[in-house]
């Protein structure tokens, strides 16, 4: 004998549905004003565009630098050294210093790259390259930690 559910049980079956949807919804809504909120507290001296809403200022607001550091020596330890240096580069942006040191390192591992496939240098002399790169990065990376 097969059940077959009744008008009235398939109704509540769909108010409850539909609650669910609501509260969901709803707390959807909560976690997006409470962002906006938190946006303006961390502005609250600046004038602010709502209009403009820029969640990954918020997220760079809210993180401290080290998830840019974490993600730096990530790429670093990945071989993706031109990322790491695009990252880098945009983090020490207000910084003279280490934009000129930054500027420097991409030269050279231009040039090692495009000495490398002209056939001038091995593949070993650009690893090596690459390496003295990355350490001249975390160094880089120590000095910005250690000057905040």
Do not use: C
Request: proline content about 1%.
């Amino acid at each position: 004998m097969m059940y077959v559910a009744s008008s009235d049980e398939l109704k509540n079956i769909n108010s409850k549905w539909g609650t669910l949807e609501l509260i969901l919804l709803s707390i959807v809504a909560l976690i997006a004003i409470i962002a906006i909120f938190i946006y303006g507290l961390l502005t609250k001296n600046n004038q602010v565009d709502y209009g403009k809403f820029d969640i990954k200022e918020l997220i760079q607001k809210v993180f401290p630098k080290n998830v840019d550091e974490e993600k730096i020596k990530r790429m670093i330890k990945e071989d993706k050294t031109e990322k790491a240096l695009d990252l880098l580069e945009e983090l020490t942006n207000k910084n003279k210093e280490f934009q000129n040191q930054i500027i420097i390192h991409k030269s050279r591992l231009t040039n090692l790259k495009r000495k490398n496939e002209i056939g001038t240098t091995s593949d070993e002399e650009l690893n090596s390259g690459r390496i003295k790169i990355n350490l001249a990065l975390l160094r880089i990376l120590d000095e910005i930690k250690n000057s905040d």
